[in-house]
């Protein structure tokens, strides 16, 4: 027979992927063990239970790692940056979970980082599950990964994912210390995107290709410039070298099937009409072969100063 405590923990459970700890219940370990044996829950170790029933999911696996850790613990490095939506899928097979308390075991269900310095205000909530916010998720990833990647983030969690230049810098003045890795790529990237002029990038492929002409010893162009005549606005545009060469990158989102191309072959005639040309590129293009696409690059630049001259 279900009974109303089984519902409440039901409910806990439900909250939380079909996962829970038994020190969120008022069960103990003889009346867990009788549901154990009814095959109502599962005795996943430590404490931890698994409502029958439930799929499993990769949120589950997260709330696993969060119950086995201590409290105010959050989800954290890149499984935080999937909870973000923040571009990227490195590892989402692992779980990582950030705590500010003392370590007495090894964890079972999650890397689980140890750090000095957790404030409530570094912690969010996403989909109902603690986690790091943007700008600590970002800090703690500069340890391991490398400063183009890190760069994509802050672009991103500036851009689009509601993280506030503000909440940028506070967080690196207050982790940014002399010796720890991920330090100097922070401090220089965040410097460099309060520079008044400074344009986020809006895609992972703007990056790559930004990456690629610092790479190549190309000029950088302007970024995501509104293009026009006198009568009428045309479009923004990815990037821009003045006077009259457009780069666009067609990502697949945006640039894929019959009706996209024609949009896009439409928009490109009208830069024409006002003496501008357009270079499209593609995420092969620019990843997958960089070096013949900056010597493209390169070609039509020297091809429209010389026309200019």
Avoid at 73 to 83: D, K, R, T, Y
Avoid at 142 to 153: F, H, M, N, V
Avoid at 179 to 202: C, K
Avoid at 270 to 277: D, L, M, Q, S
């Amino acid at each position: 027979m279900t009974t109303t405590l089984d519902r409440d923990i039901a409910e806990i459970a439900r909250a939380q992927h079909g996962v829970f700890a038994l020190r969120q219940s008022p069960v103990d370990s003889d009346a867990a063990r009788q549901r154990v044996d009814r095959g109502r829950w599962t005795d996943l170790g430590r404490g931890l239970f698994l409502v029958a029933g439930s799929p499993a999911t990769w949120r589950q696996e997260l709330w696993l790692g969060l119950l086995e850790a201590p409290p105010e613990s959050a989800v954290s490095h890149w499984p935080a940056a999937q909870l973000h939506r923040l571009p990227g899928d490195r590892r989402l097979d692992e779980v990582h979970v950030l705590t500010s308390v003392d370590l007495d075991h090894r964890a079972r269900h999650s890397h689980l980082h140890q750090t000095r310095h957790l404030p409530p205000e570094h912690v969010t909530t996403v989909d109902g599950i603690p986690c790091t916010t943007i700008a600590r998720t970002i800090f703690d990833l500069a340890r391991t990964e490398s400063p183009k990647w890190i760069g994509i983030l802050l672009d991103a969690g500036l851009h689009r994912r509601g993280m506030t230049a503000e909440q940028m810098v506070d967080t690196t003045l207050r982790l940014a210390k002399r010796g720890r890795t991920g330090t100097r790529t922070m401090r220089n990237l965040v410097a460099e995107r309060m520079d008044p002029s400074y344009v986020p990038t809006e895609s992972v492929l703007e990056a790559e290709f930004v990456a690629l002409c610092r790479a190549y010893g190309l000029p950088e162009p302007e970024r995501q410039v509104l293009l026009g005549d006198e009568h009428d606005t045309i479009g923004r545009v990815d990037f821009f070298y003045r006077p009259d060469l457009v780069i666009e990158l067609d990502g697949r989102a945006f640039h894929c099937g019959p009706a996209a191309e024609a949009r896009d072959a439409q928009r490109d005639l009208r830069f024409c009409t006002i003496g501008v040309g357009v270079l499209r590129l593609t995420w092969h293009e620019v990843v997958r072969d960089p070096a013949a696409t900056a010597r493209r690059v390169r070609r039509r630049l020297e091809r429209s100063r010389s026309v200019g001259s």
